[in-house]
């Protein structure tokens, strides 16, 4: 095909077609019936069609886990890849092509047991990704053990008698890590908080790191329980730099103005646990992104060569 | 005046010019003995360059100490060269060394007792600790002579340091050049090529640097001229194409960037970092980067994504790193995403010896991931062919789709050797990014029922849309349980294997095509192997050698090649057991690597002599194995011999 | 009135009883088929424990889906299990079902696209889908029935959900127990060992809950009673000792206990996860504890440390696991901490088959460490040996202050079968914790030079502090790079494995010691594997079997063993290359793991018939490629004949 | 020996026993001349011999680093590991022998790039161990290469161009982590501060971090060089549950009264740029220890045969 006839067919790919949020389901998801995961991938679909994305310009990538499953259900390129490397794999893809979309899904045990020190690295780095962390604070797939973020006392079949540590909170580590640029809690019964959030999150540039607050009727049915009949023990974080959907306003009246600038501030709200806490706790577009700062000339294969051929002078006998 | 006529195997033909006798030899070794921190490195590397731009042989062997910078005068603070160059091409380290220059007693004495030392080795020996003010050195400076006299060392006493501070105020930044001097008078080198390295070498320095270094270098070789009553001539050939020299881990790194490599992903380990230092330098020239990642499997992580999506990624490490990136590498064989990653290797197990030469990745190279996952292994066997192996390497990546695994060494990442120019292909730049459209119904994983090997599809390509797994998958690369659909993706991974091997020539036998023994070894071992063979042959003796480059999957013929020798042994730098120990029988015996993959490869009684000294073997002890070999009834003394 | 007799291999008597005709048979295999979440464990579990009570051999297996909980009425929502039971022990999952339970049309389809029922098999299925109101239901059913139509099984209806929604409101807690009824009654169950069970499982829950149950169990019995013509009769042994039944994860679990472990630390991991289940419900009840690390390598490190320290420590994983734990697993080696491993093996390679079983990670677990790091390697044959394996190793590890890995699989993991109550001995449960003062001289490795083995200095003893490192070390555990140094370190540590393997009796051949065939095996496919040589003995054919438990390093005497056969085979869950196919030589052919390990071994041109279908190999299949073996000329057709 | 002639003898071994501090140097430290390493060796020392410690019943573990080789120079039993993986192995030991002191030294390297994961996680587990960073700000064993602390711009073998992205501050992300008990900074040009921390980091029942300053003077010998020269600079963290050595108030008179109980202020503290603070950060002794809540009553061999075999009746046939 000469590369004419490409350029014409891709502007024919492009011409006039319209996404709908369906267009991007590749398969139906298979989680239990009632996992959070799937109000995870409904947001994402609405996301990618209010974006009008390219299905063949995105890369979800994801671990192990029943919720790095995501990527077979999403009508995009995906690499569905080990427990606890997404970030890595993701960090390749987005260094080898900055201007495809990459999109990480991860749950509790794969970011923040087995990948922690990809994840705290991941943050600094700070590359232009969308990461969800769905934390329904357990080991799904694997059936039942608990994970760092499982809370104290819960029990498993790892732990019969209690987790018998306090919780790992994703959103207090990642606030220590130097360079965080955004970070945000969303959860899955709210819908709209949660494509909201992704909206920001897309619209970041930089490593945008969102904890999904995620049921798992399976093994957690009782963990978020409380937290989904009564929306008084959820606090909105808003402001104009942060998510604040309309609609939301009469279910959760607890709100609270939160500039995303303030890390200090972030970083004590997110310590306190006395209510759920939705919507971004800090943001800053301006730090280095790091396929910015690693970013190279192009060169052409014979500058190449003749390059390497002045480099061998160096070695030259 | 001294005849240097024990230095046996070498055409003397000794010329009385006034009170010098100049010895002319085919080659000699030579070694610069310091503390760490005194400038052996550059001393080596300019007499290296000079020689070889004389259009001698050259081979040079980095010796590190294992701190970073131990305290001085103490036998663990021994740092320095050894420079081996001959008339011919010089393919390895040689055996020992026959002139030396050290600095201090106790370094000396670190080399003696490595055995590193030609009986009737000249050393050239700093005058300052003999009668040092300090009882303490000038008491261990005499044990330390008592210790040597064991050997027929012909000592001469040079005021190194002495000289240096007429021309510099910090001796430790000139005695170095002193030294080169002095070698420079010796082996008559040409003084402007060493002016001219020396300006290139300072060439971030002051011009002031740059002339103290020059002045001390002449100051050595007037000292030597008026004090030394030899000298050696060793004729030189110069070559007729051109000719770069440098160690395996730069041109590990110049052919990466021949190769098209767009990515090195990496974490620091000794002894592969130098690989990402010399590309760190010059990468970013030709479009690439250098990524230190967090880790080892980040490393990998990040070369399989970058892989993934269309570059050409590499990942580098040694031995412990390749533990940490097992899992990922099969993930990228089941996802079939090319990968090169290139293994240094090190004296292991564990951290073992970081800075030292070992072969003993082999069988976890080829083995090491639970489950089958087939993936090709090469080792290179010269510095040249570390060049020209990450061509390949990629090459064979991407045609089939794959993980390829160099195995190279500490042998020749730090070993300095020249050797014909590359002549550079334009078409090894292309990247594989393509992005047309998937031709309608091509699947992922569309398979070709006969070779296994199928088409890549890369994120971008318009139609092409799927999720790549490390699951089980079928040709969709959908999940699949089905025992067909595990089966066939199992069998389609494998036969690529077969296909590659059927693209490969039987390796080429050293030597006569049959005889008593055939000594077969791999990678790094290759010159010294051939030495000794050859030195063997010399004697009449009916043996051949074969440097296998692919061990996964082997070259063909191997089989009948062996069967054309009544005996078969490998040469390896790894651990076997030996018969007769305690304990050990033909029965619970442990074999070197090579040997072992070669008895279930041919069925063939395969013998194996190996060793893991942390240095690289040397043509002597191989001989001597060769001889043991050949004739057992003898009973030699392995590797005591002179 | 239906005559059975299509049942071949079986003693048949039928006894007309009323309108019931009872078929006497040696053994038989059920499966009960449900979706997931719908009880069939529970179901089976109860049944394959009655039927253990009353005297006869048992294996059950799961059939696991690969989603939590997938949608229901789906093919891939299949969960169940299989029980084989018989007058004699049995070691295996046998061939396939002859009688099944379904809870619907789409799982039962899959089980017949496995190929698992039998031509003739009888199907007691759900009645509600036939003629349900929604017409893609019905239409599903139609087609599933239209594409069973192949083969000869006998549908029986029956109205489970219906039958069983007269006793509880929420049928996917009843209909496993109204099947388990059915059962109960068709095979003549003692329904008082039915309901003690009942009472054990449901302990937890209401009186109620168990009543309920057992009202169900009663029902399923009373229907088959009334509406079915036939039964079958598996005469018992009771057995004269003592026997538990259990699963290979629970014996593993159980028998560490037995071996005195105290720590457990693993990071989760299917199908291994479920020992640690196990432990973590008893283990503090010896003063031991289930620690969940945060990845695997540290699973390892932690295991190590405590080892170290005096504990005796465990580490629990599934080949990504092992993967991880490659590095740690040299540095135990070297600094030779005494270490078990616990590898269950599943599907490869990546995260491959999950839930299945595989037999791929021999070679890696013998020679997956950068560096020569030699280890001990054993598979149990059964789930007795899964317990016992568990002393074994620890001694093993402690005598030998090495790494013992221990391979099981999937198979055994989940498979559950009775076996003689072990005898415990309360040595094994010394811990090895030592505070006396070191005696005075007492070197780190302290190694005897013909044996390699030393004595163990615990943190805490007096006088015997010291520093254990992965660098290469000498006895005083010193740092040492010389040649010398390294190689003794290396020598050691290889002989203790040739130490260990005089410890060792020769494998056992079950049948002749000598014949046309020998065929061999390891770890888990030993009662599959006898089973299809008895059935080729019986018919005549000089066929035996050895099956191997101990793989690095390999039982004495294999040699002498293989020559007395004209052909070796080995037969593993794992793969190879067939020769024939497409590029597929006797030269580039991929053997089987522990074919390939045999011909190094033993330079004997041993064969392998090897699969990976993800699920146990059938003792059929396994026979069919006996005789494939034998008449290759016949030219059968692997694993297709009846 | 028998067992009453073993308890004799033991008696013997303590009685009248003291020890110096050099009594605690095993062999001369194989550091390069100045290297900061040195004082360390010198405060754990003088710590020792304070504390009158046994040195069979203590533990040094350690990566793999020049830092990392501390072990080999101090009289105690000690674990050289493998890189990046002391936690791990400490955390082994100190779960195996709660009575046993144990004490890890690592690397910025070793403990903040390849260790990430298990730092996060150990200092969660926030078991009883004094664990010392010793950072340098560079790789100095492989010879100088960029470490996730190397400040911003400074170059290296791998970033010859230098660092490509801010340092992380392993502080602030010590901070992050839930269940973090202690978290001190010194440095090792300041040997009463030193010292005077390691003697509240001992003194701390959990996993107290110590993040040491350290001069390589090999490879990043400017990198401290004005912290050194000018103490200005530097702002000492002071109060009466932190540190305050005696004789340090003339050299360093910038002091900040923090109650390390403060964790807010401790993040906000240790984010601030503007000064090296030294001094604890945060403290609170009453955290869950994991030895502590994983620990279970010892059961006699034969106790456990006897339990074992009941356990058996569950799977009776
Ligand atoms: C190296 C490795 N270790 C362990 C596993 C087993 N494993 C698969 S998913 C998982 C954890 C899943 O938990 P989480 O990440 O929270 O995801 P969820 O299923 O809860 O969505 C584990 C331990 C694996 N596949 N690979
Ligand atoms: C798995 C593994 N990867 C890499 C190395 C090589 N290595 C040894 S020490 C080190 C880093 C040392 O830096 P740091 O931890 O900061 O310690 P320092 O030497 O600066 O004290 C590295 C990368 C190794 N030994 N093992
Ligand atoms: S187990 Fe939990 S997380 Fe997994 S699919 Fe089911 S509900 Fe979702
Ligand atoms: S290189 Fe740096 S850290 Fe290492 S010993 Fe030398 S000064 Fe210390
Ligand atoms: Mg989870
Ligand atoms: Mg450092």
């Given at each position: 095909m000469s590369s004419l006839a490409i350029s014409l067919l891709d502007l024919e790919a492009d011409a006039g077609v319209c996404f709908e949020a369906e267009d991007y389901q590749k398969r139906p998801g298979k989680w239990c019936a009632g996992c959070g995961d799937f109000g995870a991938l409904n947001a994402v679909k609405r996301l990618l069609a209010k974006e009008q994305l390219q299905p063949d310009r995105m890369v979800f990538v994801s671990g192990i886990g029943c919720s790095s499953r995501f990527p077979h259900y999403v009508n995009a390129y995906g690499f569905h890849g080990i427990h606890g490397r997404a970030l890595p794999l993701a960090s390749g893809i987005k260094l080898a092509r900055p201007e495809l979309d990459v999109f990480v899904v991860t749950g509790d045990g794969d970011c923040v047991s087995i990948g922690a020190g990809h994840w705290i690295h991941a943050i600094r780095y700070n590359m232009n990704m969308v990461v969800m962390l769905l934390d329904n604070n357990i080991y799904g797939l694997t059936k039942n053990q608990t994970s760092p973020t499982t809370p104290l006392g819960y029990s498993s079949m790892t732990s019969p008698h209690g987790a018998q540590l306090p919780a790992l909170d994703p959103l207090q580590a990642t606030l220590g890590v130097s360079n965080a640029s955004f970070v945000a809690q969303t959860a899955d019964w709210v819908p709209a908080h949660l494509y909201a959030t992704l909206e920001a999150a897309y619209d970041h540039p930089g490593f945008s790191f969102i904890r999904i607050l995620q049921r798992?009727?399976?093994?957690?049915?009782?963990?978020f329980e409380q937290a989904v009949k009564d929306p008084a023990r959820t606090e909105l974080l808003v402001h104009e730099d942060g998510v604040d959907p309309p609609g939301l306003e009469k279910l959760y009246e607890a709100r609270r103005e939160h500039d995303p600038k303030d890390i200090d501030e972030a970083r004590s709200l997110a310590r306190r646990d006395d209510m759920i806490r939705l919507g971004v706790f800090f943001r800053d577009d301006s730090l280095p992104v790091y396929e910015e700062v690693r970013a190279v000339p192009k060169v052409t294969p014979q500058e190449k060569i003749n390059r390497l051929n002045k480099e061998f002078e160096r070695y030259a006998v | 005046m001294i005849r240097l006529c024990r230095l046996e195997n070498e055409t003397l033909s000794s010329v009385a010019t006034k009170d010098i006798n100049i010895s002319e030899v085919s080659e000699h070794t030579v070694e610069i003995i310091t503390n760490s921190g005194e400038g052996a490195q550059k001393c080596a590397q300019i007499f290296g360059q000079t020689c070889a731009k004389m259009g001698n042989g050259v081979w040079t062997v980095e010796i590190i100490p294992a701190e970073i910078e131990p305290p001085h005068h103490t036998v663990t603070s021994t740092s320095g060269n050894i420079i081996r160059f001959g008339t011919d091409k010089v393919t390895n380290w040689g055996d020992q060394s026959k002139l030396a220059v050290a600095f201090n007693d106790q370094v000396l004495l670190s080399r003696h007792r490595l055995d590193s030392l030609h009986d009737n080795c000249i050393i050239l020996q700093e005058s300052l600790w003999e009668n040092h003010e300090d009882e303490d050195i000038r008491r261990m400076y005499r044990e330390a002579m008592e210790e040597m006299s064991s050997k027929n060392y012909r000592f001469v006493n040079v005021p190194i340091e002495e000289e240096a501070l007429k021309i510099v105020s910090n001796p430790s930044h000139g005695k170095n050049m002193f030294a080169l001097g002095l070698l420079a008078e010796i082996y008559q080198r040409d003084v402007s090529i060493i002016e001219r390295q020396i300006a290139h070498i300072f060439r971030l320095k002051s011009q002031k640097v740059i002339d103290s270094n020059i002045e001390l270098v002449k100051a050595g070789a007037a000292w030597a001229r008026e004090n030394l009553d030899f000298q050696f001539h060793i004729p030189s050939v110069p070559a007729e194409e051109e000719r770069i020299v440098m160690n395996g881990n730069q041109a590990c790194g110049l052919g990466s960037i021949a190769a098209g490599m767009e990515l090195c992903s990496m974490y620091p380990i000794t002894p592969a970092t130098s690989v990402s230092h010399e590309l760190a330098e010059v990468i970013e020239n030709y479009g690439g980067i250098v990524h230190q990642a967090e880790d080892e499997i980040a490393a990998a992580g990040v070369a399989i994504g970058a892989s993934y999506a269309g570059k050409v990624a590499l990942t580098v490490t040694s031995g412990p790193g390749m533990a940490l990136k097992t899992e990922f590498i099969a993930l990228a064989i089941m996802v079939e995403v090319p990968l090169v990653v290139l293994d240094v290797q090190r004296g292991g197990p564990s951290t073992g010896l970081p800075t030292k030469v070992e072969q003993s990745d082999l069988l976890s190279s080829i083995y090491g991931q639970p489950g089958d996952a087939p993936r090709v292994v090469i080792a290179p066997r010269s510095i040249e062919e570390c060049f020209h192996s990450m061509v390949t390497a990629r090459r064979i990546a991407e045609t089939f789709r794959t993980v390829v695994i160099v195995l190279t060494d500490a042998n020749l990442a730090t070993g300095v050797q020249q050797f014909t120019r590359p002549e550079l292909?334009?078409?090894?730049?292309?990247?594989?990014?393509d992005q047309s459209p998937v031709p309608e119904g091509l699947r992922p994983y569309e398979w070709d029922p006969k070779t296994g090997m199928s088409r890549r599809i890369i994120p971008g390509m318009p139609g092409g849309a799927h999720t790549v797994t490390g699951l089980a998958h079928d040709e969709l690369s959908l999940v699949s349980y089905h025992p067909s659909g595990n089966e066939l993706g199992m069998r389609m991974r494998s036969r690529k294997l077969a296909v590659f091997q059927s693209t490969l020539m039987p390796p080429e036998v050293h030597g006569d095509e049959e005889g008593d023994l055939l000594v077969v070894g791999w990678g790094s071992t290759h010159g010294a192997i051939e030495e000794a063979v050859d030195r063997a042959r010399a004697e009449g003796r009916k043996v051949s050698s074969c440097q296998l480059t692919f061990l996964s999957p082997l070259e063909p013929g191997i089989k009948d090649i062996f069967s054309k020798f009544d005996k078969v042994m490998t040469v390896e730098i790894n651990y076997s057991d030996t018969v007769g120990d305690p304990y050990i029988t033909e029965e619970t015996r442990r074999y070197g690597q090579l040997a072992w993959l070669l008895r279930a490869h041919t069925l063939i009684d395969i013998d194996c002599w190996t060793s893991c000294p942390g240095q690289p073997l040397r043509p002597k002890d191989i001989y001597q194995n060769i001889i043991a070999k050949l004739e057992p009834s003898q009973d030699i003394e392995i590797g005591e011999a002179s």
């Open positions: 798992c009727p399976k093994f957690t049915p009782d963990i | 292909d334009v078409r090894w730049q292309q990247g594989p990014i």
